[in-house]
């Protein structure tokens, strides 16, 4: 017994070591191999962040927020630019709340900050309806041409509506902007690398038919038009008033459902796949409108140039945003209006004072004036089209980073204060992977009444660099003598003027002369058609998609 009451510890001992010697050399196994895995796993974590990222233009910034990303090395490039559009959207969530924050903490705000920092709230929301709709647009198993300029211009429009904020505050005194442009800039910069980055997606090509007329980066023809473009639209455009049929009518005579065009507005429905009419009888509206984004597929069909006016006099002198002088302020997707006049009445002396904004995706204006002395018409982003309008200022009076393209229209130089030049476009575009611009076909560049007896008094130019990659061309267009044979002039002494891109092509016309054009980095003589042709419904705005729908007459290439 006492022999076996002795032998009885051995047992668990050995046991013991049996279970804890196996495990000793486990756990000397594993703290040698462990850190090498690890560390092989980081240096794989952080080459596929590297790779990524070559070609954007802040690479250091790109790596650095990949890296946080978890299992990166499994993403396919889309879903690495949908966790970094992702990222982003939480940023401008809380340079939304920060701004929402300084509203409340600041109690001596200058009205035109506050009247800013109003701006950059509407616009922080629309940049997150874009990015979410982008990582939406991402998650889609094919990315065809269409779904690719789509995102390309979410992503375009995205970065304009940050600067936009930040330039709300140009001529404001305080200190807000600083509060808030590092953050900002930042965001700008998060949406720039996914510009860049979306250059490496796999493009599939799409199935076609052989009368399909193909663009290698906007997509197909249909029946000969812009497949924007409905048949049902291209009626109503083309029908006369008296054949149309309305949901509203505004009158300022009481013959309508409404006197003003706000209240037509406020009751067209919200979010509707259809088209929603208002005609908008012949007089004088005195009122500023804006067509809010779920004001989708509205219409405004008036009664024709200077019978139908839409007139206000907002500006940056009274105390405005430039972003909010506008007489009318579209951003509903899909808007069209017809036969009508959108003028800002403050005059030159007022400075900055917007007819029209625009930032409505495939927003179409046919047989429209707009009427203004600076900052006239503001094609402020995303895809739009003017066709057969007229369009009047002088100082930058077409300005904004759309893609817009203007085909048979008229632009008219009006007599500018006595220490200004007049200036028809101020192209905004900030990256260069933004596809934007300003494309000017067919059109007439001339003198308004007013200018052409002094018109020897002031110079005129084709346009100036707003931003550093500004982009605009003048496509097989008519050149008053009023043109400055240097053509373009320079925003401030050398910005921009390599960055610059400047087009002429196929003008005619006493201005059109290129001989004794700028000689710039960024400018040039356009002798390809091909080159000219990037900048034309098809290929620039992606017409192929949506013009057949306005009913709006175009053409699809050069003529």
């Known amino acids: 017994m006492r022999n076996l009451r002795r032998a009885a510890p051995i047992l668990p001992l050995v046991l013991i070591l049996t279970i804890v010697f196996p495990l000793l050399i486990f756990k000397t196994h594993f703290t040698e191999t462990k850190p090498q895995e690890k560390h092989l796993h980081i240096q794989k974590h952080i080459q596929t962040a590297q790779s990524t990222c070559q070609g954007t233009l802040y690479p250091d910034l790109c790596v650095s927020t990949l890296t946080t990303f978890p299992d990166l090395t499994l993403k396919s490039v889309p879903q690495m630019i949908s966790s970094m559009v992702n990222h982003t959207v939480n940023e401008v969530k809380a340079s ?17 900050e506050q009247r800013a920092l109003d701006d950059c709230l509407h616009l922080f ?30 992503l375009s429009g995205a970065m304009t509506n940050l600067y936009t904020c930040l330039d709300g505050f140009a001529y404001s005194k305080g200190n807000v902007r600083r509060r808030i442009e590092k953050k900002l800039i930042r965001i700008s910069r998060h949406v720039s690398n996914a510009l860049a980055m979306f250059k490496k997606v796999p493009q599939v090509k799409e199935k076609m038919s052989e009368n399909d007329e193909v663009f290698p980066e906007y997509g197909k023809m249909k029946n000969g038009f812009p497949s924007w473009v409905s048949n049902k639209d291209r009626k109503l455009l083309q029908a006369s008033v008296s054949e149309t049929k309305f949901d509203l009518v505004v009158a300022k005579d009481g013959s309508g459902n409404f006197t003003t065009i706000g209240e037509a507005v406020n009751v067209a429905p919200n979010s509707s796949t259809t088209r929603f009419v208002i005609h908008i009888k012949a007089g004088a509206y005195f009122e500023n409108v804006e067509v809010i984004r779920k004001k989708s597929n509205l219409v405004f069909v008036g009664d024709g140039i200077g019978k139908t006016v839409v007139k206000a006099s907002r500006n940056v002198v009274d105390g405005w945003t430039t972003f909010q002088s506008a007489t009318v302020a579209v951003i509903g997707d899909r808007f069209i209006a017809k036969g009508i006049t959108f003028e800002n009445s403050a005059g ?50 077409i300005f904004g980073n759309a893609a817009a393209v203007f ?13 200004q030049k ?35 008094t ?5 346009g100036r660099p707003w931003k550093l990659y500004s982009r605009t061309v003048f496509l097989k267009s008519y050149m008053e003598d009023l043109i400055d044979p240097a053509g373009w002039l320079e925003w401030n002494d050398t910005f921009a003027l390599d960055t610059l891109y400047y087009g002429e092509y196929q003008n005619r016309g006493p201005g059109s002369n290129t001989s004794a054009r700028v000689k710039w980095g960024g400018y040039r003589v356009i002798n390809s058609s091909t080159e000219a042709s990037q900048f034309t419904v098809g290929q620039f705005i992606q017409g192929s998609d949506w013009l057949n729908s306005t009913g709006i007459p175009f053409y699809f290439n050069l003529s």
């Not at 939304?96 to 035109?112: D, I």
């Not at 940049?127 to 211009?153: F, N, P, Y």
């Not at 130089?413 to 006595?418: F, L, Y």
């Open 422 to 456: 007049n200036m028809f476009t101020a192209q905004g575009r900030e990256d260069p992977n933004q596809n934007t611009g300003i494309s000017i076909l067919n059109c007439k560049v001339a003198a308004a009444a007013d200018l052409i007896p002094v018109k020897s």
């Open 96 to 112: 939304s709340y920060n701004c929402t924050g300084l509203k409340k903490q600041l109690k001596n705000l200058q009205p035109l």
């Open 125 to 154: 929301d629309d940049t997150v309806l874009e990015l979410k709709t982008t990582i939406s647009d991402l998650s889609k198993a094919t990315i065809g041409s269409k779904r690719r300029h789509d995102l390309q211009t979410l």
């Open 348 to 397: 030159p002396e007022k400075h900055q004072a917007v007819a029209l904004r625009s930032g409505a995706d495939f927003s179409a204006f046919y047989k429209c004036s707009f009427v203004g002395y600076q900052d006239t018409l503001y094609v402020h982003s995303l895809r739009q089209f003017y066709r057969e309008c007229d369009i009047y200022g002088t100082v930058d009076f």
């Open 407 to 419: 085909q048979n229209c008229n632009l008219y130089a009006r007599k500018p204060n006595d220490n």
């Open 458 to 462: 002031f110079k005129s130019y084709l």
